[in-house]
């Protein structure tokens, strides 16, 4: 009975996946498309358009830093020290995760960016769509089988962390099934997203030895959390983008998104307070709510506002140390 229902379900979300990609990739009537410049013919399968895609869309050194700093900030919080075997299997398993999910993100804005950002490798032919759902369903199957290995190699628990990550990376790729209702509430998106993140830290503090369900895996997330949310929130507050970009900025206005990212914040002062970390983060915390004030209480003079480039970036350093204070101060102390 297990085996039928789980074969139905994954059926019925196969489904759905290929249901958007037919959307998505039904050729437009020829009275749809005017002058348009024809959209190049990627070649099939080239890995050289593969490096030149990641390259673009997700940096090697910036993908390693996010992937890296949670896996040793975990191991080394639950057991004191970070033993290499138990960091390269976080660091693989992560690290995938971290480029599917940016990939996943690029096939989800595939007809937004057809028309804001066409110099984006999807929009403007570097691969074929349907090349590309084809590797995040490889990727995703990939995964599964890691978790089945991670199960194997330790325990059933961290196997079971890792796959519940992945599943829930899977239901992000679909939106939950409710992509269109989710789209028109753009803090709910984020946060229904972000909430991956608690995953990941548990599977690796479960890979550390603590138990599947810890409080410390939560705080971790926690950590993490704030971190991830308040960068998504504050990385894009030029206040001239376009509507369609649904940036929190654009669409709820300055105060509203000035207390989301004060709540976000919040959750990271709590539990950096929790595990220990407080005398490390709270400073940039507060420089975050400080710098993020004085931006929206400027007097806006020139039509195209600088100001908030500033603001960007320590949101950058932001999300970085929150993922990796927990191993410095490991270092330190």
Not at 115 to 141: C, F, K, M, N, Q
């Amino acid at each position: 009975v297990p085996c039928v229902l789980a074969r139905n379900v994954v059926a019925a979300l196969h489904c759905c996946v290929m249901e958007k990609v037919q959307r998505r990739t039904k050729p437009a009537p020829q009275g749809d498309q005017g002058g348009e410049k024809p959209t190049k013919t990627p070649e099939r399968w080239s890995p050289k358009n593969w490096v030149t895609f990641l390259g673009e869309r997700a940096p090697p050194l910036v993908f390693l830093l996010l992937s890296a700093g949670p896996c040793l900030s975990g191991l080394s919080t639950v057991e004191g020290k970070v033993h290499l075997d138990k960091f390269l299997w976080s660091l693989v398993g992560e690290l995938v995760l971290l480029l599917a999910v940016r990939v996943m993100d690029d096939v989800k804005d595939y007809e937004k960016d057809k028309i804001i950002h066409p110099e984006r490798p999807l929009p403007r032919g570097l691969l074929s769509y349907d090349e590309v759902v084809h590797v995040i369903h490889g990727t995703l199957a990939g995964m599964v089988l890691y978790a089945i290995l991670l199960g194997c190699w330790f325990n059933w628990a961290v196997g079971f962390m890792y796959g519940l990550q992945v599943f829930y990376v899977f239901l992000m790729y679909i939106e939950f099934g409710i992509g269109d209702w989710l789209e028109e509430r753009p803090l709910l998106y984020g946060l229904t997203h972000q909430v991956s993140i608690y995953f990941g830290a548990m599977f690796i503090c479960t890979l550390g030895g603590a138990p599947w369900n810890s409080w410390v895996g939560f705080l971790m997330g926690s950590v993490g959390f704030s971190g991830f949310f308040t960068y998504e929130i504050c990385r894009k507050l030029d206040p001239t983008l376009p509507k369609l970009k649904g940036t929190y900025l654009v669409i709820y206005g300055k105060w509203p998104t000035f207390f989301f990212t004060l709540g976000t914040i919040s959750v990271g002062a709590v539990s950096s307070y929790l595990i220990g970390l407080h005398w490390m983060l709270w400073p940039l915390q507060t420089l975050m709510i400080g710098s993020l004030l004085l931006l929206f209480l400027l007097p806006v003079r020139d039509p195209k506002p600088k100001a908030h480039k500033p603001v960007e970036a320590l949101a950058i350093l932001y999300v970085l140390l929150h993922m990796w204070a927990p191993y410095l101060a490991s270092l330190i102390t």
